[in-house]
């Protein structure tokens, strides 16, 4: 089985190709340079495996949550691809991909993966590994970092830019202090493969007009009231 995954949903962009069990990845930290970067790393990716486009069984998707732009970026690209080939698709939460990468290094542990989803909230989910893989233990969820769910019951280890950018108060909300925090990192696209080829190998695929973003909340932006209101409560 051969796939193509893409992710773009945060500062980073990443594409991996799962080769019979075999990842080969490009992964890159860009900051708002997606969407000249990834029609030339895609080609470049599949040039280092001697593949083409033809080739591929399918596309995996990075769906966010994460920054609108970058959402949209990924999400059109592996839909205009998949129309194009005729393609299955599976879409991948980037909390799933954090989490995934870290309990690789922490398999008995929750992992807490956090994005900055700014306005002074953040973007949060829990997941366990269940055969080698991610699975949610809740809803990923975006709000005030103090006001997080969290599960009760630990070891818990700790990924992702929301807890560069909100730690202390995540730590607030979590029960047990997690056993590490890596607050520098960013989903790959290699992680998402790890989790949907066990999905491509039982079918559960979808149609790419089915894709779509996983933006957690409709507003990009506080109004000007909202934005005052959040510079006062810091004085």
Avoid at 12 to 22: H, P, T, V, Y
Avoid at 37 to 54: H, Y
Avoid at 136 to 156: E, H, K, L
Wanted: charged letters at 15%.
């Amino acid at each position: 089985m051969k796939l193509l995954a893409i992710d773009t949903a945060t500062e980073a962009l990443s594409a991996a190709l799962w080769l019979d069990g075999e990842i080969i990845e490009r992964y890159s930290v860009v900051i708002r340079e997606h969407a000249a970067k990834l029609p030339l790393l895609v080609p470049a990716l599949l040039a280092d495996a001697g593949l083409s486009l033809q080739q591929l069984d399918g596309l995996v998707c990075g769906i966010g949550p994460g920054s609108f732009a970058g959402v949209r970026i990924g999400v059109s690209y592996v839909k205009g691809l998949a129309l194009g080939l005729d393609l299955p698709v599976v879409g991948v939460s980037s909390l799933a991909m954090l989490a995934q990468a870290v309990l690789t290094e922490h398999p008995d542990a929750t992992a807490l993966a956090a994005i900055d989803a700014r306005m002074d909230e953040v973007y949060f989910g829990a997941y366990r590994r269940v055969d080698g893989v991610a699975m949610a233990v809740q809803d990923d969820a975006v709000g005030p970092a103090a006001a997080i769910t969290v599960p009760p019951n630990g070891p818990f280890a700790a990924t992702g830019s929301g807890w560069d950018v909100h730690g202390g108060a995540l730590l607030v909300a979590v029960p047990v202090a997690p056993e590490s925090i890596s607050a520098d990192r960013f989903p790959h696209a290699a992680a998402a493969l790890q989790i949907a080829a066990g999905r491509f190998a039982t079918g559960q695929v979808t149609d790419a007009a089915l894709l779509v973003p996983a933006y957690l909340r409709n507003r990009v932006a506080l109004t000007r009231l909202e934005q005052q209101a959040l510079r006062d409560s810091r004085r």
